[in-house]
């Protein structure tokens, strides 16, 4: 009887092992899933300015152009709104990033609008046929720009 009831101890922890370890690789098989299926957006899902030079070279009539830079935080802090945006209007209104820490060039090509100076991240900028028409710098200009955006 000891015997019997040795084994019947042994199969149920075998049987507790094996649920535990199929729970746990169906719920590794679902992270995987789901990581390789959910789209997150970040700024290199857009095209990326490089050079301040080839700011002039872009065929679009109306653009943005989006000054940012991934240790600030404030770019932090609107990132998902401001990416979410971009990708909503991409088709009506193109967006090329520039990343702060990476362009080269000199910023002193780009004749802003009112004297301004490309000084801070995040900034925001509306290219018309080659001119800057609209500079908006800060999450709260920013942000004001998307909510009145096609009201």
Known sequence: MSRKKHRKSDHFFRNVLIGFGTIFLTLIVL????????????????????NYDDIYSI???????????????????????SL????????????YMMD?????????????????????????????????TEFYIGTVEISNFYSSFHE
């Open 59 to 81: 065929d679009d009539q109306k653009f943005l152009l989006y000054f940012y830079s991934e240790s600030c935080g404030a770019c932090q802090n609107i990132k998902t709104s």
């Open 100 to 132: 702060a820490t990476r362009i080269k060039g000199s910023k002193d090509i780009l004749i802003l609008p009112f004297g301004e100076e490309l000084t801070s991240t995040p900034t925001l900028m509306v290219v018309e046929n080659g001119i800057i």
């Open 84 to 95: 979410s945006f971009f990708k909503q209007y991409e088709d009506d209104l193109p967006v």
């Open 31 to 50: 992270i995987i899933v789901f990581e390789a299926s959910s789209e997150e957006l970040k700024y290199s899902s857009f095209d990326e300015i490089n």
